[in-house]
């Protein structure tokens, strides 16, 4: 059979939207590993962006319907855990992406990490980060909830405008 | 009855795949490392499953639409990080048991989980602070996990951590908001605190398995944690204006398999499906 080129499968894999956030896709998110042949069988290497996301099974139907679209007849979808997926992985032109679509994009180097005893003075003081609203440009928002619409972003409002807004948030 | 030629001839496709798979294969003996692992991930597992449908209890119910959101969230989190935990604890049973047949297929005296989480979860109040209790233990636990010797245990509790940086982030920075609110939320934030500590303390109680997963090198000894965790809620209950009762007294039995009443009710909740249509999917 005919084993099409790695970067045409690339190339596929990146016309797939994000089934939750349609305008930015797959390779945009960051979340394919690796692709590689394994005899004449496609293997497709996936990370999950959160343990719980329910777009995991969706993003894995979509993957697969896709290529068996293009005409790859065996392949297999392998999950890998480590290293753990992060917003740092998204790519430039998808953050645009969804700073046009109403999503603030994640402010890099802010992730939470665990250890709490350092920050209760700032959690305490209420302050927030500089998260721009996608709507009106200003800084002047605040975080109504850390989670929002879904795991990975938390809900925000900007004291401008008024409009609430998704955020990003990174991991 | 004779047997037909064709039962004679086909091998049973079904039985030859549920061997494959393991089933049928003999329990792991008490005490063997094997047995060790699968319970030190179970115990693991189970804590995220039962604080995840507790907490899924709120969906609907918040008292506002961005908590109810978030609270879902949780959830979904301490869900989706069930299904590793308890997929690995399967694949090391080996015995044919997935994520699935481990939630709804055990009864209550085979769930290792905290009683902590299993507590139901009253008012808003209870359900942050059984929250912030499980978070300060649990962001710990998964740091040192992530030197497990097993580098599966160390993958997930990478994940896994990430996700907990944000709930234990969102809990102890509601119960200061709330804790060192008006005179009513403070006084059922005190309220809860007194309810929930004497289960705050069977996390850091080793028994034979703990110990000997600690010096396998494969998970933290429990007490190891202790520190951590009184750091961080000693921080936050004066940040909150909140008093530590004095006692450290701790229920036990969790980890073992002794539940309280609370567990059966939830159970029925969460099995019923399962049990009553095996295998149902849709």
Known sequence: MVRPALEQ???????????????????????????????????????????????????????????????????????????????????????????AYGIAPPVDGTAADGVLAGRISRLSGQSNLAVECPRCGSTRTEKVSQFGSTPCKAAYRCTDCLEPFDYFKCI | MAPSLSDVMTPDAAALAAAQKGEGRAPLEVGSPGHDLFTGLTRLGDNCLILGHRVSEWCGHAPVLEEDIALANMALDLIGQTQLWLGLAGEVEGRGRDADALAFRRDGWDFRNLLLVERPNGDFGQTLMRQFLFDAWHAPMLKALEGSSDDRIAAIARKAGKEVAYHIERSADLVIRLGDGTEESHARMQAALEALWGYAGEAFIADAVDTRLAEAGLMPAPESLRATFDETVNAVFAEATLTRPESDFAHQGGKQGRHSEHMGHLLTHMQWLQRAYPDATW
């Open chain 1, 9 to 99: 499968v690339w190339d596929w894999l990146g016309e797939i939207p994000d089934p939750e956030i349609p305008v930015i896709s797959l390779t945009d998110l960051g979340i394919i590993r690796d692709v590689a042949w394994d005899d004449d069988t496609l293997v497709v290497t996936v990370t999950p962006t959160y343990s719980g996301c329910p777009a995991t099974s969706v993003i894995n139907f979509e993957i697969e319907k896709k290529l068996r679209d293009e005409g790859i007849g065996q392949m297999r979808l392998e999950r890998q855990l480590t290293p753990p997926w992060t917003t740092d992985w998204i790519r430039p032109q998808a953050r645009e992406a969804l700073k």
